[in-house]
């Protein structure tokens, strides 16, 4: 494992300068994630560390070592251009093609995490995305990295507040039963309820944005994602330095200030390779 920090963590409690590097949507990068706690006191993952679907290149990603760049290129077009109901038949229609499909998928996750984990430098904070496992990162966190999830942590002498995963949309139900592959998706009282507990901070880090059009829309995609009203209401009452996201690969804007928090999507670490770097 990759364990190179610029200090300890016993130095994060002294209020000295501190510098702590940023990450979310790691899809599979493993590669630049194994460097992106270089010069760091700590690195913070916001979530997104599964690469599941690869819409760059095709051909990789479990969706692409399962079933092949070809149709994985479908199914991307039927995300971009086609409805709800057609991406979720033409999706049931590979898993209905492998014979235990669950367990091929459980296999390419276990094999990701472990590559992924392993390139973490300590100390990490890690949160999950909603391409995420998160049931499973217990049995691959090993010393120095605390998944926080629903935490409020103190680095440096602030107090960082954690809330991961996704909002489920409105009027879905999640299927429990047969499903291969399950989003880390909340539902809003859930995801609200987590929230409401991240009291007393000064940086507040989810994977998903305060709802905020700017923060929200994806150029790309041409889409707005779905942020969240309780992280927008928690900065609002709590005013913390750092807003701190991911989720939105290519935002509208990716910074933004509310009242006197500075909003920011820290990237799409999988394609920049680059961490958000945070000083005091």
């Not at 309820?193 to 994977?207: E, F, K, M, N």
């Amino acid at each position: 494992m990759n364990r190179a920090c610029r200090r300890g963590p016993a130095a994060l409690g002294r209020l000295a300068p501190v510098r702590v590097h940023v990450v979310s949507d790691v899809h599979g990068n493993a590669e630049a994630l194994a460097r992106a706690g270089e010069g760091a006191d700590a690195l913070i993952v916001l979530g997104d560390l599964l690469d599941f679907v690869d819409y760059h290149d095709h051909g990789n990603g479990i969706l692409g070592a399962l079933f092949g760049a070809e149709q994985v290129g479908t199914f991307a077009q039927l995300r971009r251009e086609g409805t709800r109901e057609q991406t979720v038949a033409f999706s049931r229609s590979l898993w209905a093609s492998l014979d235990d499909p669950a367990a091929a998928v459980d296999e390419a996750i276990r094999e990701q995490y472990a590559t992924l984990f392993g390139a973490m430098t300590t100390p990490t904070y890690a949160i999950p995305g909603n391409v995420d496992a998160p049931a499973l990162w217990p049995e691959f966190a090993g010393p120095g990295i605390r998944t926080v999830d629903g935490e409020v942590v103190e680095i440096g002498g602030l107090r960082f507040g954690f809330v991961g995963g996704a909002l489920l949309p409105e009027a879905v139900t999640p299927r429990r039963n047969g499903a291969v592959w399950r989003p880390y998706l909340r539902t809003r009282e859930e995801f609200d309820t987590a929230a409401a507990r991240l009291r007393g901070i000064d940086v507040l880090c989810s994977h998903i944005p305060p709802a905020v059009p700017d923060l929200a829309y994806d150029v790309v995609a041409r889409r707005p994602e779905i942020g969240s009203r309780a992280l927008l209401e928690l900065i609002l009452a709590e005013q913390p330095r750092w807003s701190l996201f991911g989720h939105v690969h290519q935002p509208l804007t990716p910074r933004l200030r509310a009242g006197r928090t500075e909003c920011r999507n820290v990237g799409h670490f999988k394609q920049t390779g680059r961490p958000y770097v945070l000083r005091w």
